[in-house]
């Protein structure tokens, strides 16, 4: 399997691309808060960490070999500047796995930009890309998360509990999926 | 943490590490197709197998993450070999370990693997200080899944579809306990008849 979309990615009111240079402003919005980074990996980013972090996604625009992503700004068409990211990582092209994420500006959350973006991109994932399956996890309690994994049609797999330590404290997740039939099923 | 005493006794069980003379009785089921998910090595003959057994006698501690304490499973008595049961120290900082259990189908249906698994649970939580014990299934594999909820593990994954094993579509179920959830009443033994009031 191999997959380079074309882009950009175009919405009813998005444009999803490739990120430039040019987005480190942008970008450090929203990765440069504490209420952004309590659920991700990462830490809230100095604008130093950000500017690498956009560095590295300007490269990350075709799948083709496990572990590769796709991490795409998300731009608001109506003030032409980016809200957001989305991102799909190939788990196994053998089996044809896929993970998608999300994360989104504050400023710009509660209005469906993250549904309708992640719409787009498990597009995406199901059709050039040809995957079998597409997962996502997150922290029990980030609920904003796992509703839009539902909003989605995705189904709730698993809930580990104290499986790991995250960030010191004891991580409860929630894993989601989907299949390749059953996302064709709600788009048709 | 003390030294780890083996072997461990149950009621109608001994757990030890594996000898070189368990081959025979290993070879009455470590092939068997049903068999192969749950083992550390594919095996096809007794040459494969005599290597499995070559690894799984080097599994004697838990000494750092990625260790695994194999214990072969036998029935006192006639010194059968039932089956075998193994806890892999999978993290140390979060104190997780995965255990593996195979009971030769000829000797299945008696509740060794429960009694076993349940000596095993202690061992993991009582000396290896271990915080969570998790097992992985096939989604198809009944009787393992009663018995993990028997032995009072939760359901926390039902994968589908999320890999290929043996070239099809794999169903798979993970089930876990916490130290915390562990009921070390398996331990209280039920009296023999004759002590039994009224
Ligand atoms: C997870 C995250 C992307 C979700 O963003 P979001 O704005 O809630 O998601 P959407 O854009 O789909 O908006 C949905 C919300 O808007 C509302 N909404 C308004 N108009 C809508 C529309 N046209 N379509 C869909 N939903 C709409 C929905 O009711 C929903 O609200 P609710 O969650 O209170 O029920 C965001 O919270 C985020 O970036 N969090 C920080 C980073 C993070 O944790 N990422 C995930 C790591 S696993
Ligand atoms: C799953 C397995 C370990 C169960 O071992 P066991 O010692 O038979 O366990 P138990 O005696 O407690 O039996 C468990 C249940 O399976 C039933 N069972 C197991 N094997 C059976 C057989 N061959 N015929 C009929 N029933 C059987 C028992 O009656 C019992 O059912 P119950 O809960 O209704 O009483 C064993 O079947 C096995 O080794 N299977 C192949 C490897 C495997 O599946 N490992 C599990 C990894 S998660």
Redesign the interface.
Known sequence: MALYPDYPIRTERLTLRPFTRGDVDAVYAYRRREDVARYLFDVALSREECALAVQQRIGQVALEGDGDKIILAVELNQIASVIGEVSLILRSADARQGEVGWIFDPDYQGQGYATEAATALLDIAFGPGDLHRVSARCDVRNGSSWRLMERLGMRREAHFREHALFKGEWDEEFVYAMLRREWLGRRN | MTSLILPIHTDRLTLRTFERGDIDGLCAYHALPSVQRYVFSRTRDRGEIAGALKIMREHVSLQRPGDTLTLAVIRKGDQALVGHVALLWA?A??G?GEVRFVVNPAHAGQGYAGEALAALFDLAFDHFRI??V?ARSDGRNHHSIKLMQRLGM?L?????????FQGE?DEEL?F?I?DREWQRSTKVRDLPIRHRVA
């Open positions: 993290d900082t979060a997780q915080h969570r998790f939760r926390e994954a039902h994968y589908r579809e999320h890999a290929l579509w993970h876990a916490l």
